[in-house]
């Protein structure tokens, strides 16, 4: 009798869960190995879902209990806190950052997206902690955000009308940013700079000191935290792929590893039901043409 085989999924965000759904349903046997919680993005996502059919103005938090109820009901084995660094393809061999190594006939890469940092002095100063996060905090002071799109603005607006004081800095005069966010930052009346730039971060007593280089003027300005929301890249990982990004979506058999989700979707495109797709078509594709029978 055939051994079942075993694919690893790299990254437990919506394009993994729904590639390991699949994987099963199709009779491989998935493993999904996660650098954090189950989830990716989705912690992020503070506002109501609009476009998720099925769960139109439910919280995120119910699809993603839904997503790990069905794993579990699906009896899908989950790695979290496995942060996965490289792929052996002749070996077959999956490498994780604490040296632990797991067999693999195949991987599905679903690494998504990391935040793009400032390069500045003192970037190390800028939060690493998510809206969720700082909501919980008690801050003495503003929260600086920098960025001019939807995570900047959707940020500003949660923490705002939580009742922190909040501050959007942006380095042009037109925003990216949904018009109904636009209309409500105004609404709020969170101050907005433009044409701004941060030049330096310092860490101060008790929060951080920025400098803010305007059209006009230079100026420092005190906060509790900064934080930084100026677009994301794929957070691909050398060790699993190290050619560029249009060359790393092969097509089973050709190569033991296929990556998905937001990290190969052009901007436009990137949502919870396209990461869900990319990750049925890697599986539907990979039982059609199985890297292992080549
Ligand atoms: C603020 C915000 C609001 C959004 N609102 C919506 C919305 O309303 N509707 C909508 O459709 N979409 C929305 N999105 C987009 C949506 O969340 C993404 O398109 C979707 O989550 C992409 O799924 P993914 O699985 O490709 O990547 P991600 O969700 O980014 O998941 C990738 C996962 O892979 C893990 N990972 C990465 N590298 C490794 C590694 N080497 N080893 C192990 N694990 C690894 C990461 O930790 C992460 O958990 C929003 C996104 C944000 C940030």
């Given at each position: 009798?055939?051994?079942?085989?075993?694919?690893?999924?790299?990254?437990?965000?919506?394009?993994?869960?729904?590639?390991?759904?699949?994987?099963?349903?199709l009779?491989l046997?998935?493993?999904?190995?996660?650098?954090?919680?189950?989830?990716?993005?989705?912690?992020?996502?503070t506002?109501?879902l609009?476009?998720v059919?099925?769960?139109?103005?439910?919280?995120?938090?119910?699809l993603?209990?839904?997503?790990?109820?069905?794993?579990?009901q699906?009896?899908?084995?989950?790695?979290?806190?496995?942060?996965?660094?490289?792929?052996?393809?002749a070996?077959?061999l999956?490498?994780c950052?604490?040296?632990a190594?797991?067999?693999a006939?195949a991987?599905?890469?679903?690494?998504?997206?990391?935040?793009?940092?400032?390069?500045?002095p003192?970037a190390q100063?800028?939060?690493?902690l998510s809206?969720?996060?700082?909501?919980?905090?008690?801050?003495?002071?503003?929260?600086?955000i920098v960025?001019?799109?939807d995570?900047?603005?959707?940020?500003?607006?949660?923490?705002s009308e939580?009742?922190?004081t909040?501050?959007?800095?942006?380095?042009?005069?037109?925003?990216?940013a949904?018009?109904?966010?636009?209309?409500r930052?105004?609404d709020?009346?969170?101050p907005?700079?433009?044409n701004?730039?941060?030049e330096?971060i310092?860490?101060?007593q008790?929060?951080v000191e920025?400098?803010?280089?305007?059209?006009?003027?230079?100026?420092?300005?005190?906060?509790?935290?900064v934080?930084?929301?100026?677009?994301?890249?794929?957070?691909?990982?050398?060790g699993?792929?190290?050619?560029?990004?249009?060359?790393?979506?092969?097509?089973?058999?050709s190569?033991?590893?296929?990556?998905?989700?937001?990290?190969v979707?052009?901007?436009?495109?990137?949502?919870i039901?396209?990461?869900?797709?990319?990750g049925?078509?890697?599986?539907?594709?990979m039982?059609?043409?199985?890297?292992?029978?080549s």
């Amino acid at each position: 009798m055939n051994s079942i085989e075993t694919v690893a999924v790299v990254g437990g965000g919506p394009a993994g869960i729904a590639c390991a759904i699949w994987l099963k349903r199709l009779g491989l046997l998935p493993k999904i190995f996660e650098r954090h919680h189950l989830g990716g993005q989705l912690h992020d996502i503070t506002l109501p879902l609009q476009d998720v059919p099925g769960f139109y103005g439910a919280d995120v938090s119910v699809l993603l209990a839904d997503l790990v109820q069905q794993l579990h009901q699906m009896e899908i084995d989950v790695y979290e806190e496995h942060d996965v660094v490289a792929f052996d393809e002749a070996e077959k061999l999956l490498t994780c950052a604490d040296g632990a190594t797991y067999h693999a006939q195949a991987v599905v890469y679903a690494p998504g997206l990391r935040t793009r940092d400032l390069k500045v002095p003192g970037a190390q100063w800028v939060t690493s902690l998510s809206t969720s996060a700082l909501l919980a905090q008690p801050l003495a002071g503003e929260v600086l955000i920098v960025g001019g799109g939807d995570r900047a603005f959707e940020a500003a607006l949660r923490l705002s009308e939580a009742g922190k004081t909040v501050r959007l800095i942006h380095r042009r005069d037109h925003f990216r940013a949904r018009p109904d966010f636009q209309q409500r930052v105004r609404d709020l009346g969170i101050p907005v700079h433009v044409n701004t730039i941060v030049e330096a971060i310092t860490r101060t007593q008790g929060g951080v000191e920025v400098v803010l280089k305007g059209p006009r003027t230079t100026k420092r300005v005190k906060a509790a935290v900064v934080m930084v929301r100026i677009g994301m890249e794929p957070d691909i990982q050398p060790g699993l792929c190290s050619s560029v990004l249009s060359d790393v979506v092969p097509l089973w058999p050709s190569s033991r590893l296929r990556v998905i989700g937001d990290a190969v979707t052009p901007v436009p495109f990137r949502s919870i039901v396209t990461a869900f797709a990319s990750g049925m078509v890697a599986a539907k594709e990979m039982v059609m043409n199985p890297p292992w029978r080549s």
